[in-house]
């Protein structure tokens, strides 16, 4: 049973506590050894029935992963939670869905067609929530995960999935680390303690590693018209993507920008070397750049190893949007893949079909409009499949999931132009949505709009 994980020393601000182990360095050695065993012996702890969870992304403990699908004959109707998958795993194999079954919590390229097969399950939530869902809803039998080397104190850091992480292992009935040598140290909430774990073991293969995907001509209007309206001194929220890389290369002549966002990325790193990020202006964690997780390249992990001017805090912390509001002129910009003409964006859903799944686009859309100065933008590319389908369009697919409600819409932003719907009516909605939507379609959306009665 590992040690529990009730907290004995508050973090101002975080509300998270945090345990302080006065362990003499051979000390913490002799117990690591202890616990040191193979991926094969680790896993034999998983039981039928079970509840085992994994990190987001990066933090995958593969050599576990591995491991637990070979026991597909011994086990039955586990259950593995993770969001984001960035392996295309053994388990999620057809042929394994009586011994496990995946529960998505945000799906991914590795895992989105089991997902709309029905070969594995969805859960809905909103990002900054999730950490909740495994202290009140979610039975966490065996969490698994992967850290960094153990400090001489007895800590390792989860690196690059803080997220819902830690209030995972500090759920779970059994802690299994995977320590590797390439996953970065994150300073922050970060760390575990060679105590709180059941079992340790090493595996040193590479950290999955996302390339930057080159930039068309509309990711660069784009990112131009949303440069444009950040003011210097403005705390900024960027996802991954063409468009977000396309918003942070034409922020190179902002100054005094600081970040505060769920996910950290290359693009930031250009940002913050080229000396646009200082966070000297921010009001909440000033000099500071505050995360939850991160997946890029090389550099960007090894920018973030050990650097003590980034901070990783639980998703609970990051993503609250009463928190997110507490930084002053908070700029988040996030993805859509269709809007319709109240401005009701549907992001993880294609129809029926789950493409993704909420993550953090509400808690940002929510919390920079609680912000002394935010502002808030949804981008989209005005059309799909070479120009034959307009992607702003007079009401969602049949099935389309709503991400982000009208309500908390505040900018739509196209290579056509920014639409500001914060603050006006359906028929000023309608219009402005219509007038950055690609010429070939305006016309059969206004005449949608009329039998709408918007306009």
């Known amino acids: 049973m590992s040690v529990d994980l009730s907290r004995e020393l508050a973090h101002a601000s975080t509300g998270h506590k945090l345990i302080i182990y006065p362990m003499h360095r051979k000390n913490a050695k002799d117990l690591y050894n202890h616990k040191l065993v193979t991926a094969q012996e680790a896993v034999k702890i998983i039981q039928s029935g079970d509840n085992v969870i994994l990190p987001l992304g990066c933090g995958e403990p593969t050599a576990l992963v591995a491991a637990m699908a070979e026991r597909r004959d011994e086990l039955k109707g586990v259950k593995v939670h993770q969001m984001l998958p960035l392996n295309k795993a053994a388990y999620l194999n057809p042929d394994m869905q009586e011994s496990f079954r995946h529960v998505s919590w945000f799906t991914s390229r590795a895992n989105r067609q089991c997902v709309n097969a029905g070969l594995a399950d969805f859960m809905p939530g909103y990002f900054h929530e999730y950490p909740r869902f495994f202290q009140e809803y979610i039975q966490v ?60 073991i090493e595996n040193n293969s590479p950290v999955p590693k996302i390339p930057i995907p080159p930039l068309t001509e509309a990711d660069k209007i784009i ?13 900024i929220q960027l996802g991954i993507g063409g468009m977000p890389n396309a918003v942070a290369q034409a922020l190179m002549d902002k100054k005094d920008l600081g970040i505060h966002s769920e996910m950290i990325t290359d693009g930031m790193v250009d940002l913050i070397e080229n000396g646009v990020v200082t966070g000297r202006k921010k009001t909440l964690h000033p000099g500071k750049i505050i995360g939850s997780f991160a997946a890029g390249t090389k550099r960007l992990y090894e920018f973030l190893n050990d650097n003590p001017m980034v901070e990783m805090y639980p998703v609970s912390y990051v ?84 991400s982000c409600s009208k309500n908390d819409v505040d900018h739509v932003v196209t290579e056509y132009g920014v639409a500001k719907l914060r603050g006006k009516t359906a028929r000023e909605r309608a219009l402005a949505l219509i007038s950055i939507a690609h010429p070939d379609f305006r016309a059969d959306l206004r005449a949608a709009a009329r039998k709408m009665h918007l306009i």
Do not use: W
Not at 368 to 387: M, Q
């Open 223 to 235: 990112g131009g018209h949303i440069a444009e309206m950040i003011e210097d001194g403005s705390t």
């Open 141 to 200: 039998d065996v969490f698994m995960g992967t850290v960094s080397p153990m400090d001489e104190r007895g800590y390792f850091s989860f690196g690059l999935s803080v997220d819902y992480t830690t209030t995972a292992a500090a759920e779970a009935r059994t802690v299994i680390l995977e320590v590797n040598t390439n996953m970065p140290r994150t300073r922050g909430d970060s760390l575990i303690h060679i105590s709180e774990a059941d079992y340790i």
């Open 319 to 402: 993503n609250d949007p009463y928190v997110i509001g507490q930084n002053y002129k908070m700029v988040s910009i996030n993805a859509t893949l269709e809007v319709d003409l109240l401005g009701q964006c549907a992001s993880e859903s294609i129809g029926p079909k789950q493409y993704s799944a909420t993550g953090g686009q509400t808690d940002f859309a929510r919390g920079c409009l609680r912000s002394p100065g935010g502002k808030g933008f949804i981008a989209l590319h005005s059309t799909v499949k070479n120009g034959t389908i307009s992607k702003i369009v007079p009401v969602l697919q049949q099935g389309a999931v709503v």
